[in-house]
T-cell receptor, first 113, second 117 residues
Framework: DAKTTQPTSMDCAEGRAANLPCNHS???????VYWYRQIHSQGPQYIIH???NNETNEMASLIITEDRKSSTLILPHATLRDTAVYYC??????????????FGTGTRLTVIP | NAGVTQTPKFRVLKTGQSMTLLCAQD?????MYWYRQDPGMGLRLIHY???????AKGEVPDGYNVSRLKKQNFLLGLESAAPSQTSVYFC????????????????FGQGTRLTVV
């Protein structure tokens, strides 16, 4: 399975965009990039996923580089409620379920008032 | 729609005691999972199930057993609890259409905090 590398922690001012990077230089052509987050003491929450095109939903945007070796999760207007640990995960296209969701230690994002 | 519900939310066990954690989902999902999370670490998969009556081992299955007698329930059992099993346990479920190979999001419960003394 492809590994991901994320910064341990980041700060972001409330109302500003939070840009969370993720390196996945060994990603295979059939692997998606997934993002989950975990707010303190709660279960992980799905945010977004993508293969090679940029994706946007009501929560965030996902920017994947052309070579797919890295990606950035963007929270356009961070709020205090976005303070959480953010996990970047890669998983194969042809494997269903969540048995192959390998959570690392993620990035702890702190949104500062 | 309750989503994924875990019971109990907190529990303290003595070493050697047994207990069962219950996970229930009301989304008609085929796949269900049990993870554990220890301080400073990400989630690690214990066991999972791809359908009623089937189970499989994950990354850290030792010391745990599971059963999936009903599609909506996934039970995690500790036959003889050890202090090393002190952790927060998360259950999750996901929908996986047969034969379509789709990647779908997983829905997680709120966790069970277990302390073994």
């Amino acid at each position: 399975d492809a590994k991901t590398t994320q910064p341990t922690s980041m700060d972001c001012a409330e109302g500003r965009a939070a840009n969370l990077p993720c390196n996945h230089s060994t990603i295979s052509g059939n692997e998606y990039v997934y993002w989950y987050r975990q707010i303190h003491s709660q279960g992980p929450q799905y945010i977004i996923h993508g293969l090679k095109n940029n994706e946007t939903n009501e929560m965030a945007s996902l920017i994947i580089t052309e070579d797919r070796k890295s990606s950035t999760l963007i929270l356009p207007h961070a709020t205090l409620r976005d303070t959480a640990v953010y996990y970047c995960i890669v998983r194969p296209l042809d494997q269903t379920g969540a048995n192959n969701l390998f959570f690392g230690t993620g990035t702890r994002l702190t949104v500062i008032p | 729609n309750a989503g994924v519900t875990q019971t109990p939310k907190f529990r303290v066990l003595k070493t050697g005691q047994s207990m069962t954690l219950l996970c229930a989902q009301d989304m008609n999902h085929e796949y269900m999972y049990w993870y554990r999370q220890d301080p400073g670490m990400g989630l690690r998969l214990i066991h999972y199930s791809v359908g009623e009556g089937t189970t499989a081992k994950g990354e850290v299955p030792d010391g745990y057993n599971v059963s999936r007698l009903k599609k909506q329930n996934f039970l995690l059992g500790l036959e003889s609890a050890a202090p090393s099993q002190t952790s927060v346990y998360f259950c999750a479920s996901s929908y996986s259409p047969q034969g379509q190979g789709l990647n779908t999001e997983a829905f997680f419960g709120q966790g069970t905090r277990l302390t073994v003394v």
